[in-house]
């Protein structure tokens, strides 16, 4: 079986902003969390961090931010897609 690679999905509104990554090992969620860390010592911005499964079976982390009124949350979207190597991400 070939190796999958961690997707990542954004959804955003008015001061609310979400992503949610999607993998399949415990090596991605390994790195996912490490990433998360490094990326939130940097940013103080309040946040939910949840785990859940998607209909495929894949297990979903999701990094939601509320009340983001300086749209910080797309610099750090990006520095942790960058961080994973993650190229591309749907809409």
Do not use: P
């Amino acid at each position: 079986m070939a190796a999958t690679c961690i997707d990542a999905d954004y959804k955003g509104e008015e001061r609310y902003t979400k992503i949610s990554l999607a993998y399949d090992t415990d090596e991605q969620y390994k790195e996912i969390n490490a990433a998360l860390a490094k990326i939130h010592e940097e940013h103080k911005l309040d946040r939910s961090v949840y785990l859940t499964t998607g209909s495929n079976g894949r297990k979903i982390i999701v990094v939601e931010y509320h009340d983001d009124y300086d749209r910080e949350a797309g610099e750090i979207f990006e520095k942790l897609m960058k961080m994973l190597k993650i190229e591309q991400c749907n809409l």
